[in-house]
């Protein structure tokens, strides 16, 4: 293999490992482990609400190495996939094996991680198709004042 093929694979690598730290520090830990499974997790419960159309456009944005993490697994004949928050709340629970009860911590997290390395509005138009129970936890709670 050339030495250019090995820096490009190291760019794709240490684009990942990018995303991966930010989401590690969104979610305050250390353990990048959890911050891969908590980012696939996410970037598939969304991908699997959104029509083929929508979900090829949003792949469209992300790094070539996550790319392949969204797409892994997925059945474009069964999607979208219709589910309410509880339904939502439960397979992001089981798939990125965190609690229930740290979903509404985790997802907005992750939104607000993934949002800043998007181009503007791009993961507003995909969260568009998402219903309103399910897009509110990808949201950041309110401030209270």
Excluded: C
């Amino acid at each position: 293999m050339s030495a250019t093929h090995t820096a490009e694979f190291e760019h794709v690598i240490h684009t990942a490992n990018i995303w991966l730290k930010a989401v590690s520090e969104a979610l305050e830990t250390e353990d990048r482990h959890l911050a891969h499974r908590v980012l696939r997790t996410w970037l598939h419960t969304l991908r699997d609400r959104l029509t083929v159309d929508a979900a090829a456009n949003f792949a469209a944005q992300l790094p070539e190495l996550l790319r392949g993490v969204y797409y892994d697994g997925w059945v474009p004949s069964s999607v979208p996939v219709k589910y309410d928050r509880t339904a939502f709340v439960n397979r992001f629970a089981q798939e990125a094996m965190v609690s229930t009860e740290a979903v509404p911590r985790i997802v907005p997290a992750v939104t607000d991680t993934v949002r800043g390395r998007l181009s503007p509005g791009q993961l507003d138009r995909a969260m568009e198709q998402l219903p309103h129970g399910v897009r509110t936890l990808f949201e950041p709670a309110p401030v209270s004042a």
